[in-house]
């Protein structure tokens, strides 16, 4: 799959950014991709799930922006060490940073920007809603932890939910434990209490990652199907690119 590669400081450290880009000259609305964990922490030249994700939405007329936010720790670090040591401060950085280079690319436009995000990607996605009011669509996949600050001085993602000033869809296996359906429930109240437009899609026997395919011990065919469908239609609706039957 085709895409391209930009660097960007952030804080003093340089970030990678991959660009997927769809055909013509635009202009296209755009897409901040925010990774999971499993394998994309080591880079994401590793992570099959966000590559093939990437090029999909390319497919449907988004220029996609993934940052590698864990470019904090040596590549080589333990995932574990990422995990304990990550703030919401450089990650809200990470996002601002990569939405920057996302504008300033050639055919895209500004106006027409989203962001989604799986798993740990999916609580990035909702923090990043929270700090960039010029969004204009947000999708989270089964993000867990919304209900925590990650960081001495921040606070828990979900507290912020009076910040999101876009329209927010979101994805979750009823067979998950982190967000479990009670944590689906919260995250509605506190969109509902804020005033923030959302629709949840929640799926029976589905669990965590359940559209993560290089895991086939937690792939879900069905339900992966049916939220890209309602994932595309939504951004179809919302930033204008294609619909879900359609790809160049």
């Not at 940052?67 to 060490?81: G, M, Q, T, Y």
């Not at 609580?123 to 969004?135: D, E, G, N, S």
């Not at 982190?178 to 437009?197: C, K, R, T």
């Amino acid at each position: 799959m085709a895409y391209q590669s930009a660097t960007v400081d952030v804080l003093g450290s340089p970030m990678e950014v991959l660009l997927f880009r769809p055909t013509g000259p635009g202009p296209h609305p755009g897409l901040l991709l925010a990774q999971h964990i499993p394998m994309g922490h080591a880079g994401l030249e590793n992570d099959l799930f966000t590559l093939t994700t990437a090029a999909r939405l390319a497919d449907h007329g988004y220029l996609v922006a993934v940052p590698f936010i864990f470019h904090w720790w040596p590549k080589e670090a333990a995932l574990e060490r990422k995990r304990e040591e990550s703030r919401d401060d450089w990650i809200v950085a990470d996002m601002q940073a990569a939405h920057r280079v996302l504008c300033e690319q050639e055919g895209i436009d500004r106006t027409r920007i989203g962001v989604v995000g799986h798993c740990w990607g999916g609580r990035v996605a909702w923090l990043t809603a929270c700090h960039i009011p010029q969004l204009a669509a947000m999708a989270t996949f089964y993000g867990g932890n919304i209900k925590k600050a990650l960081g001495a001085g921040n606070q828990p993602p979900l507290e912020l939910a009076r910040f999101i000033a876009c329209p927010v869809i979101g994805f979750f296996g009823n067979n998950d434990s982190n967000p479990s359906p009670q944590d689906v429930e919260d995250y509605s109240a506190a969109l509902a209490a804020a005033g923030v437009s959302h629709e949840f899609h929640q799926y029976d026997g589905a669990g965590h990652a359940f559209q993560n395919f290089p895991m086939p011990e937690r792939y879900h065919a069905a339900a992966s199907e049916a939220a890209w469908t309602r994932l595309l239609a939504f951004l179809a609706e919302k930033l204008g690119g294609l619909a879900p039957d359609h790809a160049d």
